[in-house]
């Protein structure tokens, strides 16, 4: 069972990137999917959702309007694709998984990825 | 917007009972899970649903909750167990981690 995120870099303000994040050994379309971002010293902060069935789709306030998460079944991945990024975008972007129970149940985040660096600056 | 509220920092001597809260507006009427997070590694799942353990957890690590607090306890607190802790409230319309309590194992 694995996760592994890809795409960070180094952007400048304004800018744009697309992580994207490679599920194996286990049924993906089983799987909701989320990007979880921790700043430099900082704590975790929920980014972005999408379930499996539905691909119905939610972000935080922070980035509503610049970042759009989607996935693609066939391939087993999740993407993320950040744009007009701002200096306090920069951080570790984590994929997660948590199993599709349903709207009314929830069984945490069980897997994770060893996260992708984002930095914004000019 | 709603908010879930943790310790920075919490210390506990070795083999004691370390408790770790996490507080917000009707956090019972939501799911609470909890991460550890060591330095340089990604988060680890530790508790969800309130109370259950996923495979693979040590049973010295449990879970609560009650009215608007979240409760994380670790019985017999090892060195190993230093580490970054965040609560996670979920419902359909939430989703939001704490800010993250440090525990010194000292």
């Known amino acids: 069972v694995q996760l592994v995120e890809s795409g960070g870099g180094l952007v400048k303000p304004g800018g744009s990137l697309r992580l994207s994040c490679a599920a194996s050994g286990f049924t993906f379309t089983n799987y909701n999917m989320n990007w979880v971002r921790q700043a430099p010293g900082k704590g975790l902060e929920w980014v972005s959702s999408i379930t499996s069935r539905s691909g119905d789709k939610y972000y935080s306030n922070s980035v509503k309007g610049r970042f759009t998460i989607s996935r693609d079944n066939a391939k087993e991945s999740v993407y993320l694709e950040m744009n007009s990024l701002r200096a306090d975008d920069t951080a570790v972007y984590y994929c997660?998984?948590?199993?599709?129970?349903?709207?009314?149940?929830?069984?945490?985040?069980?897997?994770w990825g060893q996260g992708t660096t984002v930095t914004v600056s000019s | 917007s709603y908010e879930v509220t943790q310790p920075p920092s919490v210390s506990v001597s070795p083999g004691q009972t370390a408790t770790i809260t996490c507080s917000g507006d009707e956090l019972g009427d939501k799911y609470t899970c909890w991460y550890q997070q060591k330095p340089g590694q990604s988060p680890v799942l530790v508790i969800y649903q309130h109370n259950k353990r996923p495979s693979g957890i040590p049973e010295r690590f449990s879970g609560s909750t009650s009215g608007n607090t979240a409760t994380l306890t670790i019985s017999g607190t090892q060195a190993m167990d230093e580490a970054d802790y965040y609560c996670q409230a979920w419902d359909i319309s939430t989703v939001l981690f704490g800010g993250g309590t440090k525990l010194t194992v000292l």
């Open positions: 997660a998984r948590d199993a599709d129970v349903g709207a009314t149940d929830y069984f945490g985040m069980d897997v």
